[in-house]
């Protein structure tokens, strides 16, 4: 077995056997408010096809798929809400119960779907799995290794054992050096979805709200740095649980589609002209 391996072996897996029956609300909150600045504005990236459909149907149905999953809030943006409702509509995905706005940055957009959720008088112990739109590929394991997760934690994040030896560093004015090297198999990916009991999540983001430089990249982020006695479980992610950031992850999400999917070679080689004249088109800007 690989140091990876080994390192992935020790995140918590799926229950082995039949899953515990489920007694609490189990609400998927899928992130789709993203402006794609690293990708192509003007081509809402959750709206582009990977294997014929859309990235943010693959991941509407990644929960919809789950059978412990209750609920779905899906969170949007202007440029892309009239499409998203639509596409809801045509597939006819059954557990989505509202489609919400959501805000500048990706926790105002999670702090938006909590406020809902809040307003809706979902239960405090409730289950929300907050996840990445633009994750299409997220496995079943990861949603359900998720869930049994906050059966012990209130806090769970999938992730992935870096292969790579991470550096922290330090900035030093215009350049950066080395502070620490954490041992390898120490350090893992973050992915999605990351996952919390309902009370746990909004307490978070309740202390959070009160400190003006709040801006974190992930709700792991947020319980780790505002409930720091609070343990955030490892869940066994996947390399194929990629996040799709730039035109360039387009070619890999559609290999990693076709292993899913079968292979569809009109429609990849139509991703393929479409990811180069994005990339062309950003060049020109
Ligand atoms: N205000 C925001 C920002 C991000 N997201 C979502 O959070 C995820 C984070 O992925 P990321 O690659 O950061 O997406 P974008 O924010 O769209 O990309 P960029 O940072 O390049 O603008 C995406 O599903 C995105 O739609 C969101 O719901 N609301
Ligand atoms: C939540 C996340 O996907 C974990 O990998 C990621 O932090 C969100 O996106 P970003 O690329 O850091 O903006």
Redesign the pocket.
């Known amino acids: 077995m690989t140091e990876n391996e080994r390192a992935n072996e020790t995140a918590m897996n799926t229950t082995v056997g039949e899953p515990k029956p489920q007694t609490v609300p189990v609400v998927a909150v899928v992130?789709?408010?993203?402006?794609?600045?690293?990708?192509d504005p003007e081509n809402p990236?959750?709206l582009v096809s990977v294997g014929g459909k859309p990235i943010v149907c693959w991941s509407i149905e990644a929960f919809e798929r789950c059978a412990r999953v209750s609920d779905i809030v899906v969170?949007v943006n202007s440029k892309v809400r009239e499409e998203v409702e639509s596409l809801i509509d045509q597939q006819g995905y059954g557990k989505v119960r509202v489609v919400i706005d959501?805000?500048?940055?990706?926790v105002?957009?999670t702090a938006a779907a909590l406020d809902t959720l809040a307003q809706a008088g979902i239960p405090d112990d409730a289950k929300i799995l907050i996840h990445?739109?633009?994750r299409p590929f997220v496995a079943q394991s990861a949603i359900d290794g998720s869930i049994d997760a906050l059966d012990q934690f209130q806090a769970a994040t999938v992730a992935y054992a870096s292969t790579d030896t991470v550096l922290l560093t330090q900035d030093l004015g215009d350049l950066k050096v080395v502070k620490s090297v954490p041992d390898r198999p120490n350090t893992f990916r973050a992915q999605t979805p990351q996952s919390f009991r309902f009370a746990t999540i909004r307490k978070a983001y309740e202390l959070a709200a009160e400190d003006p430089d709040f801006h974190p990249t992930d709700d792991t982020r947020v319980v780790v740095d505002y409930l720091p006695d609070v343990p955030v479980a490892i869940v066994s992610g996947a390399e194929t649980n990629l996040?799709i950031?730039t035109v360039e992850d387009i070619p890999t999400a559609e290999r990693i589609a076709e292993q899913l999917e079968g292979f569809n070679p009109k429609e990849a080689a139509r991703a393929r002209m479409h990811a180069l004249l994005a990339q062309a088109a950003g060049q020109m800007r």
């Open positions: 992130l789709a408010a993203g402006f794609g600045t690293r990708f990236k959750q969170v959501g805000g500048a940055e990706r105002d957009s990445d739109a633009v996040k950031t």
